[in-house]
């Protein structure tokens, strides 16, 4: 199958820093990549989208100017978590398909587990 | 996407088969079943799809109801490190639009 790899796998930062987390797929190119974000013992929810090129589609009530994504090529993108605070600790997991196979499975990262002290 | 609902958690003997359902009533014509799993502290993984015949694969088999109302994935010789979250997803076949996850199965394989 295929491989998205995400890096940090964990990361821990001051209060008020910014963090940048990978996302790439490693074997495959992909115009879209999904962030979600997950909190003990809940699921998955789903942050944005990230389009190769163009500007992110966030879900509402995720910010985007305190959540950047940019998606510069084909295999990256990144969720920068800017003036991060305790509440913004989370587990953070990417995703991707393989650009123009109709019909297939989502891949995911590892995710990045996001302590902020 | 079609709503489904799963138990919440499960239990299974080590070496046993382990049947998770999912039931998914308002699924449309064209909307697949996908079933994921999350094991602690990792991304989820893919473990098959279908539409509405049954589907066998390495890791596990699907079965889907003929009316495809509903439909179990069986893990037909559950192993310690099969103990997951297991996630039943109906939605059309496209890599294009993210996933939505319910709140799954919490499977715990018991040795």
């Known amino acids: 199958g295929a491989v998205v790899s995400q890096h940090p796998s964990w990361v821990i930062c001051k209060s008020g820093t910014s963090v940048k987390i990978e996302c790439r797929s490693l074997?495959?190119?992909?115009?879209?990549m999904f962030w979600y974000r997950q909190f003990p013992k809940q699921s998955l929810m789903l942050m944005a989208t990230?389009?190769?090129?163009?500007?992110?589609?966030?879900e509402q009530g995720v910010e985007k100017d305190k959540f950047l994504i940019n998606h510069a090529s084909l295999t990256l993108s990144t969720l920068t978590v800017t003036s991060a605070h305790p509440e913004d600790s989370s587990f953070y997991i990417c995703?991707?398909?393989?650009?123009?196979?109709?019909?297939?499975?989502?891949?995911f990262g590892q995710g990045t587990r996001l302590t902020v002290v | 996407d079609a709503k489904t609902t799963q138990p919440p958690s499960m239990d299974c003997a080590e070496g046993r088969a382990a049947n998770l359902p999912c039931n998914h009533s308002?699924?449309?014509?064209?909307?697949?079943v996908y079933w994921y799993r999350q094991i602690h502290s990792q991304g989820p993984q893919y473990i098959i799809h279908?539409?509405?015949n049954n589907e066998t694969n390495e890791m596990a088999s699907l079965i889907i109801t003929e009316d495809r109302k509903s439909s179990t994935l069986i893990l037909p010789h559950a192993t310690l490190r099969d103990t997951a979250v297991y996630y039943c997803?109906?939605?059309?076949?496209?890599?294009?639009?993210?996933?939505?996850f319910g709140s799954g199965t919490r499977l715990q394989v018991q040795p």
């Open positions: 995703s991707a398909s393989p650009q123009g196979r109709i019909g297939t499975e989502a891949f």
């Open positions: 074997d495959f190119q992909a115009t879209t």
């Open positions: 990230s389009n190769e090129g163009s500007k992110a589609t966030y």
């Open positions: 308002t699924i449309s014509g064209n909307e697949y």
């Open positions: 279908g539409l509405k």
């Open positions: 997803i109906v939605r059309v076949e496209t890599g294009r639009r993210a996933l939505t």
